[in-house]
């Protein structure tokens, strides 16, 4: 157990906003799929006196004395990124997953240049080029969309739009795609029109290095991970690829976007790497991909649409188009009923996307916690119980009791 007394001693108001939050995670199911729980071990060395010192610079190359113990920390970070995903090189100073892609902007392109990602409100992330992103205010963005009859990828719309555009980078990559990338075809998209491939992996990293899904590192100029999601480490981010393109890339990072590194971040996500390289990691990412399975066939069996029919990850979008439902309003609910998610766009969206058609759901967390396929199941039903009859209080009493009792038997360590 974590201990948090010195909080209360100091200042009992963070110290009673800590425990609420830490009630609602016991008593919850946590589905926003970018959320997870870390180990004891990383919540640790994220607490630890690392963060007293500043570091700008590289291992061996620090504009500070007193060093030498952050160095063995940061590389055996860059060693155990580049063992896990086999890489040449890796960058962890990046302090989230937004500002290592600025960063990778500033190594491989110019204010001014084509960029290419997926749509926003198709599955795809702002730093990939949505208008009111950076990445759209200093390039040219063209987006790529989705089928929005099927919800899935068709390459040859992105090689034909990047035949048109000639884009610098070629971002291959997604915050809200239930289906897997094809690294290889955007690579030879990218080869076809002199591109860069970037491959933006925060949310499928896991399954990238335990290969469960295909693997961008032989095509990519450059990777990028968030730590936080998949991999079960603290809110940071690294930047894996080639040896070429990671030093401009470190020269970007620093001194090009930021100051010294988290040092006590760094170390924690040395730390979820190690726990990566295990194979109970692997078992643990076969999971959650079976109960995603399960929870889209749950949903499924109740009527209810989901994107592309179906999943090949960890994500399931709930699609209520045909319902005339908010999604908005529908994670609202299912939030009374400790249920969390959040409402997200789905191709060819009707509604606004302030109040979108869509729910995003998500298996990392609850696998964490033990969740297997047959809860995910009764955690489907739940959803289409209250989607049935949102105003139906005594329907969301129910599930909400239901809930708290099944986290009861899965209870987490903190």
Not at 120 to 147: E, I, R
Not at 181 to 203: C, M, N, R, S, Y
Not at 325 to 336: H, N
């Amino acid at each position: 157990m974590q201990n948090i007394e010195p909080i209360r001693q100091v200042d009992p108001d963070i110290y009673a906003a800590i425990g609420a939050e830490l009630t609602r995670q016991q008593t919850g199911v946590e589905l926003i799929p970018s959320e997870n729980y870390v180990s004891e071990a990383v919540l640790a060395a994220i607490g630890t006196v690392l963060t007293n010192k500043y570091s700008e610079g590289y291992p061996g190359k620090r504009y500070y004395m007193g060093n030498h113990h952050i160095d063995t920390v940061e590389n055996l970070a860059i060693e155990r990124a580049k063992a896990l995903f086999g890489a040449e090189a890796a960058n962890v100073q990046s302090y989230s997953g937004s500002p290592a892609n600025q960063a990778i902007y500033m190594a491989l392109a110019k204010p001014g240049d084509t960029i290419m990602g997926m749509s926003l409100p198709d599955g795809g992330h702002l730093t990939h080029g949505w208008k009111v992103n950076f990445s759209a205010h200093y390039y040219h963005a063209v987006q790529y969309p989705v089928d929005p009859e099927t919800g899935f990828l068709d390459y040859d719309v992105v090689a034909k739009l990047a035949r048109e555009h000639k884009p610098r980078l070629l971002w291959a990559g997604h915050s809200a795609y239930p289906r897997q990338l094809d690294f290889a075809k955007f690579a030879d998209i990218a080869g076809e029109v002199g591109a860069l491939l970037i491959a933006d992996v925060a949310h499928i990293s896991g399954l990238i290095a335990t290969g469960l899904h295909p693997d961008p590192v032989p095509y990519a100029a450059a990777m990028m991970t968030t730590t936080h999601k998949m991999l079960r480490g603290p809110r940071g981010a690294l930047i894996v690829g080639k040896e070429e393109h990671l030093k401009a890339i470190n020269r970007a990072v620093f001194p090009g976007l930021q100051g010294g590194p988290h040092n006590h971040t760094t170390a924690g996500i040395a730390v979820c790497l190690l726990e990566a390289s295990q194979p109970g990691y692997r078992a643990y990412c076969e999971q959650l991909l079976a109960n995603a399975q399960a929870l889209a066939e749950a949903l499924l069996s109740r009527g209810l649409d989901i994107v592309s029919g179906g999943t090949e990850n960890h994500i399931v979008l709930l699609d209520l188009r045909s319902k005339n439902q908010s999604g908005k309003v529908l994670s609202q609910v299912l939030d009374r009923a400790n249920i969390t998610t959040n409402a997200n766009t789905v191709p060819g969206e009707i509604r606004s996307p302030f109040d979108p058609s869509g729910v995003r759901l998500g298996t990392p967390a609850a696998t964490t916690r033990g969740f297997r396929e047959a809860e995910f199941r009764q955690v489907g039903h739940w959803i289409a119980d209250i989607a049935a009859d949102m105003e139906n209080e005594q329907t969301i009493e129910r599930v909400r009791n239901e809930v708290v009792e099944m986290c009861s038997r899965f209870p987490l360590w903190y």
